[in-house]
């Protein structure tokens, strides 16, 4: 049995970033992320469920949302599968926060900066010549100029993070290497023997969890494996047909492997892209 909990799971994200007694996990974190000038000294958290004037089906529901004392506004997503149009998803997103800004009366327009930070439990590019591990994205004019400095997207590609324990540099590889290998730990890596992944490896801990914390982290686990063995799964059919995962074939792939797995139509539409009607009728 694992000691600590799987931080791509919904539960585990939550109980390590977003709980008010973490909240310095989650700042520090993105601290590494973010310019001098944006740097963190505080946040609030914010209601996580965005329902805007537009059809129900449509509502984002976001891992976490937070607003900084000096007024950042940040989306932090755990993402444990490829979604279909996921920067499209990503635009969106930060579509909320930036209209969440809009005030009655006389108002010139001024904007806090948005950040939305994705940890992607796969692998976005699609060539392997574009694929790195961290990609920053800004509006920039066509001779590579910052154009606005108020909204930007931070990718974090977690399988092409490749460091071993002898080779982390920086605090951010650190929280890199602390969230990739958290599960499999055993007991705290010397490297990362400090107060703040101390604290990060205690709140983890399985034996810290009530027995009602406990189920619904079985659950999510069960959810997270059933979504890495569709995709894999449909990936290698793909393969073997000569058809690419995005596309239809695929798709319906991942959904008949996530149906047999249990999963809810709801997420199952979520991770594919395709209708409830698409997915009942596998």
Request: net charge negative.
């Amino acid at each position: 049995m694992n000691k600590y909990l799987n931080p791509y799971t919904d539960f585990g994200f939550k109980k390590l970033f977003g709980e008010e007694a973490n909240k310095d996990l989650l700042i520090d974190f993105l601290n590494q992320l973010l310019p001098e000038q944006h740097q963190i000294a505080e946040l609030n958290f914010k209601n996580t469920e965005q329902l805007p004037d537009i059809p129900l089906e449509r509502k984002a529901i976001f891992d976490i949302s937070c607003i900084s004392t000096t007024g950042q506004h940040f989306i932090v997503e755990m993402q444990k599968a490829k979604l279909q149009f996921f920067k499209d998803r990503s635009v969106f997103y930060v579509t909320f926060p930036i209209r969440d800004q809009a005030k009655k009366g006389d108002w010139l327009f001024k904007l806090d900066p948005v950040y939305f930070v994705a940890i992607l439990d796969f692998v976005y590019d699609e060539t392997k010549e574009m694929a790195k591990f961290r990609r920053d994205v800004a509006l920039r004019d066509e001779e590579g100029q910052l154009f606005f400095d108020k909204l930007h997207f931070k990718f974090l590609q977690m399988p092409l993070f490749n460091k071993q324990a002898d080779e982390l540099e920086t605090h951010f590889d650190k929280w890199i290497y602390f969230l990739k290998n958290l599960e499999t730990f055993e007991h705290i890596p010397a490297i990362l023997n400090e107060p703040i992944f101390q604290k990060a490896f205690k709140t983890a801990e399985l034996a810290n969890l009530s027995q009602e914390q406990y189920s619904a982290y079985e659950k999510n686990l069960l959810d997270y494996l059933g979504v890495r063995a569709a995709m894999v799964t449909a990936k290698e059919e793909g393969r073997a047909e000569g058809i690419e995962v995005g596309k239809t074939v695929g798709a319906l792939n991942i959904a008949k492997n996530m149906k047999t797995a249990g999963m809810e139509t709801q997420i199952i539409a979520q991770m594919t892209g395709l209708s409830s009607a698409q997915i009942d009728e596998l």
